[in-house]
């Protein structure tokens, strides 16, 4: 860890009182906080507080060492504002969904890094949501309804669940106008993201839930679009995924007057006040670029 930021540690631990008061201010795990201080006491040799069940109080050892700490971060944050305006540089670590990230975060990279030539980045793409302060990485990019993480988030738009079929396994069983329609067709369920089998479908007011048991599960998103085009069946995926098969005709968007809302696009990271300048510089250039495509900027952005 960085031992400016073991300062900037040890200083919030020492104005909350607590270090699980400490890591909420700072927006860190009460576990990497409590590391912090292991290890800066560690390199002092002294215990800088005193334990109580109730509140940590500073040592005679820990009251010194915070009035330097505090005029030695302050100069560092003077010298940091004079380079403000200097171009970002320095290493980014970023993750995203796996096929969005092939399919669009990769680009959006690329870019950033052809404009920025002083920046380096380390693109992760798994479709886990990995812990950005235990794993040291600086932002993700997630889809679906965030939890109250204590996250920053920027929104890009969203993106739509859809039905889809290929033509010809239309023009043989005939396409459903309404969900309860489906029942007389091939269902093809994708369990990448175990759950019921059970499609959830809105119009107005009224919830339409359309339950089923497959002949076909595929744990893996472009088996379920390959086995879709082929026209064994009825797939639903997210309205990305399909974006290149809808736009060369192989396959058909149904059902769209029954879509339940839209799925929110977010960039996440830990803070905003204390956002070091490359991850702004990342932030500001991925929404210009986001908002260029037409699946996200085509959903409402409230």
Known sequence: MDRLDEL??????????????????????????????????????????????????????????????????ADYDTAVCENEAAPPQGLLRVTAPMVFGRRHMTSVVTKFLMRHPDMQVDLSLSDRNVDLIDNGIDLALRIGRLENSGLVARRLGAVKRITVASPAYLQGRGTPATPEDLAGHELILGTAVRGLAEWRYRKGEREHIVRFTPRLQVNDLDGVLNVAREGFGIARVL????????????????????????????????SARQMAPRVRAFVDFAVEEFAQLPLIRQAPSS
């Open 239 to 270: 309205s990305y995924q399909a974006a290149p098969d809808l736009e060369a005709a192989r396959l058909v968007r149904l059902l769209d007057g029954y879509e339940p809302e839209p799925i929110p696009v977010h960039l996440v990271f830990p």
């Open 8 to 73: 900037q540690v040890f200083l919030a631990i020492l104005d909350t009182g607590s270090m699980a008061a400490a890591a909420h201010k700072l927006r860190r795990s009460p576990s990497a906080v409590t590391r912090s201080l292991a290890t800066l006491e560690q390199r002092v040799g002294m215990r800088l507080f005193e334990r109580s069940t109730r509140r940590l109080s500073a040592t005679s050892e820990g009251q010194r060492l915070a009035t330097h700490a505090r005029r030695l971060l």
